[in-house]
């Protein structure tokens, strides 16, 4: 298939149906949104970007900052550099080798932040960016927390999947920025009213009330502030899985289905795993994986990283335990969202 550039490539990644296990009812497709040319924000970088030039805001050869640890970044960074813009990425230091030397290669400046602030990392990052705003006073800053061309840009992603499959019963998708989950899902939902939407996030995260525990292994997933891009209104229910959990449902997605991914991804695989085995078996479940495991081979692929970090013991529990949004969790529990949003409930699993 021959593309003109880099930008064109993205979008219309595969779609695969998951073996699972023997307890699974219903069918899950995986959106293997890692097979963008660097993951899922691909397509974010591309609309925001794209859309900027368009209405004027980003001016030709301006440069572009965002706050990024991973994929929004390389994100940017590709669909920047390839329209000739200076890219400035700030970060933080967990950000892997590979994505850094993604960023450097591309021709990006990339800052790392020294420390967190009372905000995280996240608060820290965007101390930061707001010293280079003003130093650069004509850049554009994608603003990938707020901006409405974040889950806008994935309208094109659930056209995909209904052209692929033609319904989708639950939707399952981690949740940082907000605008994958809040923009699929409110496209789908057209087309589908009853949809459940299923939100995946990490403990110690603080988009659905829990406190913040900044230390936490997992990456791409989970934030330190709630995103106004996340919409509550769609989501029915959101569970929460810890770093052991995490971990061990990436190696198992490479191990079982041999996606080879990262830990949003193996997040998103053991929920819709576990609601396959509840769910009627006409039911259609998508989960979006959105990134790729080479960031994660000194971590989630590493004994010795396992060891250091004291979670040798990877497992899986066979069920998560139900809970109320309001308690405080530390294992895969979940949470049903509807009461408190207005939605109606939904008959399609538990």
């Not at 932040?113 to 130093?135: C, F, H, I, P, T």
């Not at 490479?254 to 396959?276: D, K, M, P, R, T």
């Not at 069920?319 to 207005?342: D, I, Q």
Request: hydrophobic share 40%.
């Amino acid at each position: 298939m021959l593309f003109t550039n880099m930008v064109d490539v993205i979008g219309n990644t595969p779609l695969v149906k998951l073996r699972l296990n023997d307890q699974a009812v219903g069918s899950v497709f995986a959106k293997l949104e890692l097979m963008n040319p660097f993951g899922m924000k691909d397509r974010v970088a591309r609309q925001s970007i794209l859309s900027a030039k368009l209405s004027g805001e980003l001016k030709e050869g301006a440069p572009i900052i965002e706050s990024s640890s991973g994929t929004m970044a390389c994100g940017v960074a590709l669909v920047g550099r390839q329209l000739g813009h200076p890219v400035h990425i700030v970060t933080d230091p967990r950000i892997d080798p590979i994505t850094k030397a993604k960023l450097v290669s591309l021709g990006c400046e990339v800052h790392i932040v020294s420390k967190m602030s009372k905000q995280g990392w996240q608060g820290s990052r965007l101390e930061r960016l707001d010293e280079l705003m003003q130093q650069h006073p004509d850049a554009f800053w994608p603003r990938q927390y707020e901006n409405p061309d974040n889950p806008y840009a994935y309208q094109q992603l659930a056209d995909e999947l209904m052209n692929d499959i033609g319904r989708v019963d639950i939707l399952v998708a981690s949740v940082g920025s907000g605008g994958s989950i809040s923009g699929t899902a409110r496209s789908l939902k057209r087309s589908n009213p009853h949809m459940q939407v299923v939100a995946v996030d990490a403990t110690g995260s603080v988009i659905f009330g829990q406190p913040d525990r900044p230390g936490r292994l997992q990456g791409g997933l989970g934030n330190s502030l709630i995103a106004p891009n996340v919409d509550f209104s769609v989501i029915d229910e959101v569970h929460w899985l810890n770093d052991e959990e995490a971990f061990a449902g990436t190696i198992k997605l490479a191990q079982e289905e041999h996606i080879f991914a990262g830990n949003s991804s193996g997040s998103v695989y053991i929920v819709a795993n576990w609601l396959a085995s509840q769910a009627k078996s006409d039911c259609n479940i998508v989960a979006i994986l959105p990134d790729r495991g080479d960031r994660y081979t000194d971590t989630i692929f590493n004994e010795n990283y396992h060891e250091e970090k004291q979670i040798s013991n990877l497992w899986i529990p066979e069920r998560p335990s139900c809970v109320h949004v309001s308690s405080v969790v530390s294992a895969w529990s979940y949470a049903k969202l509807m009461g408190l949003y207005s939605h109606e409930e939904k008959n399609i699993v538990h």
